[in-house]
């Protein structure tokens, strides 16, 4: 199977799904490239049910995505059809074991002792959604947290456009290293980690962790995304400056687009690759917790680049 790079500097795509071993796979997600597929490589979810959740699930939508919780084995999003919720939860678990399978095998050991996460389907367009800032997906940013506290794994997302007509549009800025080099004094991260050098979590935050865990077992709505540690409160200040910042909206250093067609597939490492959907609608999206002791490319970890930074500004000599 022959490879190749094919848009621009982010993108590669995957011509066959045996294109790159395990570990050449890997690697390249955790440089921050977004791996594409021209067709989703295993089998979608039925046609006729796909046409039904995109013709009835905007109708019913109360939150911003419709997701399959697996830890609390719940549904979160439909409201006030029983009927629909039934059907959009069987095709998201039937879509996010397919997923897990896939990955596994094109992955590896990448994914030992993985997070199996949210499956959503994104009915929305996402051009001139009009969300909050923090919420849109239409504003360059890096995930972080994924559904609460990361700790500082990998945040994993393969993503299907299951609208039949339109390409999903993305956007790039570059990697997370790459914008944090130009960016983290103007995202005000220097005190943050100077004053902040264990970005692991206390006795105290673990506690409160290892609680919000049971109560997400047991099917308290959305507890998990209570959780919170000194890394994903660093990483979520930088997505936020990423969306509320002008200057930083203004510049187009590092910007790039991408477009996926009806039917194709793509993954990413979201906390490294940077990414804005600026159009399109219906999606499928699957989000998986790689831990860090998975990665290879240190280098490319944000917990990795945040810890050296901090060590690098405590070693300084106080003025
Ligand atoms: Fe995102």
């Not at 009835?56 to 997701?67: G, R």
């Not at 800032?133 to 506290?149: F, K, M, Q, T």
């Not at 206390?202 to 919000?212: E, F, K, M, Q």
């Not at 690759?273 to 944000?302: D, M, Q, Y």
């Amino acid at each position: 199977m022959k490879d190749q790079e094919i848009v621009g500097r982010s993108v590669i795509e995957c011509e066959g799904i045996h294109s790159f071993t395990p570990a050449q796979l890997a690697q390249k997600l955790e440089r921050g490239k977004i791996v594409s597929f021209p067709s989703c490589p295993f089998p979608l979810p039925d046609l006729d049910l796909l046409s039904k959740l995109r013709a009835e699930l905007p109708l019913s939508l109360k939150v911003k995505n419709v997701s399959y919780h697996p830890e609390a084995d719940r549904l979160i999003g439909v409201s006030g059809n029983r009927r629909l919720e039934g059907l959009a939860k069987q095709v998201l678990v039937e879509h996010s074991e397919r997923v897990e399978s896939f990955l596994q095998s094109v992955l590896g050991d990448f994914t030992d002792n993985w997070v199996v996460g949210t499956s959503s389907f994104r009915p929305i367009e996402e051009r001139g959604r009009c969300l909050g800032n923090h919420a849109s997906n239409e504003l360059v940013h890096v995930d972080a947290g994924a559904y609460g506290a990361t700790n500082g794994s990998r945040i994993l997302r393969f993503f299907v456009n299951v609208n039949p007509l339109d390409d999903r549009v993305w956007a790039t800025r570059g990697t997370f290293a790459e914008l944090f080099e130009r960016h983290h004094t103007a995202a005000e991260l220097d005190e943050l980690l100077g004053s902040n050098r264990d970005l692991e979590k206390g006795p105290l935050n673990r506690v409160r962790s290892s609680i919000l865990a049971g109560l997400a077992q047991v099917g308290v709505s959305m507890a998990r995304s209570l959780d919170s540690s000194p890394y994903d409160r660093a990483m979520r200040r930088f997505h936020n400056y990423m969306k509320d910042d002008a200057e930083f909206k203004a510049s187009s250093i590092g910007y790039e687009e991408m477009r996926f067609a009806p039917w194709t597939a793509w993954m990413a490492l979201t906390d490294t690759a940077s990414h804005a959907c600026i159009s399109g609608r219906h999606a499928l999206v699957n989000t998986f917790l790689i831990p860090l002791e998975n990665c290879r490319e240190t280098k490319s970890a944000p917990m990795e680049i945040l810890r050296s930074f901090a060590a690098n500004r405590a070693a300084r000599p106080s003025d």
